[in-house]
């Protein structure tokens, strides 16, 4: 079946540093590869998402390619804040047959300290 | 509605207590998800539906887990007699149709607390 191998932190690094989580899947056919951001008490929140290989996806300065090759969807980011401080989620969806939902690495609580 | 709301947001119950949680996806919306989130963070996929109809099951405890979409209504997830192991933060996300590419948003989940 499908799976998620992100890893598991936690990861604590100061404002303006890089930011780097790994994130390999899993998958019988070809999925779309999400980052999902959880902050402090709330749900979760879509961060960025790609839909095929090679696809790059971007949103508040955060990136993440689609790497076939590699099954991977690294997540990067080259200036934290400390509003970024969340837990973070790498998860895939499939569409076939009655596969439809997401499956979820265990996430990766970032911590970013002033 | 504009966002997938989740009631009630706490809920205590005894061990062997009944628990009913409620799902108001977003407005046209066909899929509706609910996972679990236990302690460690780690989503447990539980079920889905297409509007009234169960999509997907594969998730769901076979004993004293239940859940129904009825129409007009909003979404629950109903736990009989609760043990202490369930304890955790019940997500529902919904989407709007079948296609990896669409995006599931989610509620605030409902932290459900067996004492």
């Known amino acids: 079946g499908d799976s998620v191998t992100q890893m598991e932190g936690p990861v604590t690094l100061s404002e303006e540093a890089f930011l780097t989580i790994n994130c390999t899947y899993t998958?019988?056919?070809?999925?779309?590869l999400f980052w999902y951001v959880q902050y402090p008490g709330e749900g979760l929140q879509l961060l960025l998402k790609?839909?095929?290989?090679?696809d790059k996806g971007s949103n508040k300065g955060f990136e993440a390619t689609y790497r076939k090759e590699t099954t991977s969807f690294h997540l990067e980011k080259g200036s934290v804040q400390v509003s970024d401080s969340a837990v973070y989620f790498c998860a895939l969806s499939e569409s076939g047959g009655s596969n439809y939902k997401l499956t979820f690495g265990k996430g990766t609580l970032l911590t970013v300290n002033p | 509605g504009e966002e997938v709301a989740q009631t009630p947001k706490h809920l205590v119950r005894g061990e062997g207590q009944k628990a009913k949680l409620y799902c108001a996806p977003i407005k046209g919306h066909s899929y509706v998800f609910w996972y679990q989130q236990v302690l460690k963070n780690e989503f447990k996929f539980l079920i889905s539906f297409q509007n009234e109809n169960v999509f997907d099951e594969t998730g769901m405890p076979k004993e004293r887990f239940s859940a129904k979409c009825l129409p007009n209504s909003p979404c629950s997830l109903e736990i009989q007699a609760t043990k202490l192991e369930d304890s955790a933060v019940y997500f529902c996300a919904s989407s709007r149709r079948r296609d990896k590419n669409t995006e599931a948003f989610f509620g605030q989940g409902t932290r459900l607390t067996v004492v």
């Open positions: 998958a019988t056919g070809y999925p779309s």
């Open positions: 790609a839909t095929k290989a090679d």
